[in-house]
């Protein structure tokens, strides 16, 4: 299996631009999340997708931030506009089953590096 | 609400030292537990699972057991080489809500 895939690796754009980060999960997983990471926060989980339904987006920093699961073999994250605090690295992971016994394993993606300037 | 908590870093080790990075949690019900690692530029990986108590994890050199009475996870390896320099990762499979629950990330340093 190819894992995670996430595009585009770098994006560097301009405050106020919209911004839109692209993820496909791993063939057969139920489960799709999009985190966030920087110095400051670390980690942060903002936003969970259990069959293309949205789970939990209490992570959303805020109105600017929104995500879609179409299907089952692709998901989005958009900011507009765009600000230079958003810059951090955005990963996107996906598991199996998760909740059902499982063992809540993720597998990642490689991240997009999103800088803001 | 359930949590983990790691200890801080960065550690600075010499090369075929022994490695210890605690790890401890806060969960209801019986989370499974994992050790994730990043490595510079790269996204999070898989290095051990345990789903249950008593377990114990392992996966190149490095395990990890599931210390119920203690609610601990620590993190050992015999002997670290420079190639296992990265971001460390501690996190639990919440119960209540189906999220993973990250630590704050350890920095491992090895020098040669």
């Known amino acids: 299996d190819a894992g995670v895939i996430q595009s585009p690796r770098h994006e560097v754009t301009e405050m106020g631009q919209e911004v839109t980060l692209r993820c496909k999960p791993i063939?057969?997983?139920?489960?799709l999340f999009w985190y966030r990471q920087t110095m400051m926060r670390g980690l942060e989980l903002l936003i969970y997708?259990?069959?293309?339904?949205?789970?939990?987006d209490s992570g959303m920093p805020e109105d600017r931030f929104s995500a879609k699961m179409p299907n089952a073999s692709f998901s989005t994250l958009k900011i507009q506009p765009s600000e230079p605090r958003d810059s951090a690295v955005y990963f996107c992971?996906?598991?199996f089953g998760q909740g059902k016994g499982g063992s809540y394993e993720q597998y990642f993606g490689p991240g997009t590096r999103l800088t803001v300037t | 609400g359930d949590s983990v908590t790691q200890m801080e870093g960065p550690v600075t080790l010499s090369e075929e030292a022994f490695l210890t990075i605690n790890c401890t949690y806060t969960?209801?019900?019986?989370?499974?537990l994992f050790w994730y690692v990043q490595y510079p530029g790269e996204g999070l990986q898989l290095l051990l699972k345990?789903?249950?108590?008593?377990d114990k994890g392992s996966n190149k050199g490095f395990e990890a057991t599931y210390r119920k009475e203690t609610t601990s996870f620590h993190l050992e390896k015999g002997s670290v080489q420079v190639s296992d320099s990265a971001v460390y990762f501690c996190?639990?499979?919440?119960?209540?809500?189906?999220?993973?629950?990250f630590g704050q990330g350890t920095t491992l340093q090895v020098k040669p």
């Open positions: 063939s057969g997983h139920d489960y």
């Open positions: 997708f259990n069959n293309n339904v949205p789970i939990d």
């Open positions: 996190a639990l499979g919440s119960s209540n809500t189906g999220k993973l629950i």
């Open positions: 992971a996906s598991s």
């Open positions: 345990a789903t249950k108590a008593d």
């Open positions: 969960a209801t019900g019986y989370p499974s």
